[in-house]
């Protein structure tokens, strides 16, 4: 056994598993070793023989996404377990449900890491959207009318982007056909690629442009967002630190594959441009939307609309070192959003509220909370000496070598959302407090970690992960 059939089979069987436990703790610690096991697979793949077949495909370029996948799967179900225990025991999420929550979980981890590890454009595409439609029930695990509401909100605006994306894939089998004949040859990607200069330029074309959108709409870019604030806002806290910080990345890694096939092709459309466009209009809207949230988890539901679209501008810029860029920064946020919405969800519960206006003073009444949350946000603000600041200094830097008055304008909005946490950071630790403060208790290994790996990354990264990120970003071109 190959050691990506670990990577996706383990959260199946442990999905069918907590299925059948109805004890919650039993539940939490299954639900933590199986993540456990997972991350350690994701760990040996690194060093694991390269891998193509028919349906899988092991390259630099997918291990760094199954890699920060399953380590942020393993960090999320340690949170998870307090976090849920809190919800259960204050009775906002009934008993019952938790066996579900579970099973879902594990259920979710399992249907992104096929998505990762697939060599077939169509199980690409089946592996994404189990995941996203999983997501959907989470998002509604509450079933209160305002859960209820986001949740067919996200299924609505994600069935689009399932159906457009669906036919985008179609488009890509039929231009394969030509040069691979009928069947799985021709939803191969690693042979697709192979024959890319041979494929019609006019389907190709089209097809990126339905794959752009259906994709889109899961990576959250602008005005293909809607369903992400609502969702991060009424699912559980876990959910929206694997929604912000695995499941944006999974459906920006379907796209990015699409984008290298694509430029295979010398006649066919070039990506770059239209990326750029779509990176800037999410980073520059979403900063500026910063400033008129209420509600916490919908505060960092816009910033992580603001850096993927950062992430799609670097990548549609491409070249080897925006794309090194584009790589670094996704690593960089996806540690660090999940550790802010690790430190948000037990300040919710600590507060008993998501309103931002309710929830100040946390330097007196929650220090420890308050210090972690503090260092979050100074981190995906970009503030030295983290590795945010390194990913966005790159991506400004190699911006700005090339098209100089083009750097101008992901700078502006960096500068934007930067003031409006920074405004948000200064109420919620140094203001009055008001409101109860009830004890949380709060694992703050997950935190602690997170913030730690984000801070060695700014201050010094191994030549080892230099060249494994630069591999990636050759393949990306």
């Known amino acids: 056994m190959h050691t990506y059939q670990i990577v996706v089979l383990v959260p199946y069987v442990a999905a069918l598993v907590l299925a059948a436990i109805p004890g919650y703790r039993t539940g939490a610690i299954v639900n933590v070793l199986a993540s456990a096991i997972t991350f350690a697979a994701g760990l040996w793949l690194i060093g694991d023989e390269r891998t193509v077949g028919p349906y899988a495909i092991v390259d630099e370029f997918n291990i760094v996404f199954i890699a920060i996948n399953t380590l942020v799967g393993f960090t999320t179900s340690i949170f998870s377990a307090s976090y849920i225990g809190h919800e259960i025991e204050t009775g906002r ?19 992104m890491n096929v998505a990762l590890a697939a060599n077939n454009i169509g199980l690409i595409w089946v592996g994404l959207e189990l995941a996203t439609l999983i997501t959907v029930v989470m998002v509604g695990l509450y079933r209160t009318p305002q859960s209820i509401e986001a949740a067919w909100k996200y299924f609505i605006l994600a069935s689009v982007g399932i159906s457009l994306a669906f036919f985008g894939t179609i488009l890509i089998y039929l231009a394969g056909q030509p040069a691979l004949g009928e069947g799985v040859p021709a939803m191969t990607w690693s042979l697709l690629q192979g024959v890319a200069a041979k494929m019609d330029p006019a389907i190709l074309d089209l097809a990126f442009i339905f794959l752009l959108i259906g994709y889109g709409t899961k990576i959250g870019l602008a005005p293909l967002h809607a369903w992400l604030p609502d969702a991060h806002a009424e699912g559980p806290t876990p959910i929206s630190a694997v929604l912000s910080g695995l499941l944006l990345n999974v459906a920006l890694y379907a796209l990015l ?12 459309l070039n990506p770059g441009p239209v990326m750029i466009v779509m990176g800037l209009v999410s980073l520059i809207f979403a900063a500026f939307m910063l400033y008129q949230r209420r509600d916490i988890k919908r505060l960092f539901a816009y910033s992580s609309i603001e850096h993927m679209g950062l992430m799609v501008f670097a990548f549609g810029m491409g070249g080897p070192l925006a794309n090194f860029a584009g790589l670094l920064h996704m690593a960089m946020h996806s540690l660090t959003k999940s550790g802010i919405f690790f430190a ?19 330097s007196e ?17 970009g503030m030295p000496p983290f590795g945010v600041f390194a990913s966005e200094f790159l991506i400004l830097t190699t911006t700005f070598a090339r098209e100089p008055w083009l750097a101008l304008l992901p700078a502006f909005g960096l500068l934007v959302g930067f003031g409006a ?13 008001t409101g109860p403060a009830h004890r949380v208790d709060a694992s703050s290994v997950p935190m602690v970690l997170h913030l730690a790996l984000v801070l060695a990354a700014g201050v010094f990264l191994p030549a080892v992960l230099v060249a494994w990120f630069q591999r990636a970003a050759e393949l990306l071109g």
């Open 421 to 433: 946490l920074l405004m948000r950071l200064q109420g919620t630790i140094l203001g009055v407090p």
């Open 365 to 381: 009444t929650h220090p420890r909370l308050a210090v972690a949350f503090a260092l979050a946000v100074l981190a995906i603000s």
């Open 93 to 111: 999420l009934p008993p019952r449900f938790v066996r579900f929550y579970h099973a879902m979980f594990q259920a979710m981890m399992g249907s």
């Open 344 to 362: 948000v969800g037990h300040i919710a519960q600590a507060k008993g509220t998501q309103r931002i206006a309710e929830i100040t003073g946390l």
């Open 257 to 268: 594959r699409f984008k290298m096939l694509i430029a295979g092709q010398p006649t066919a």
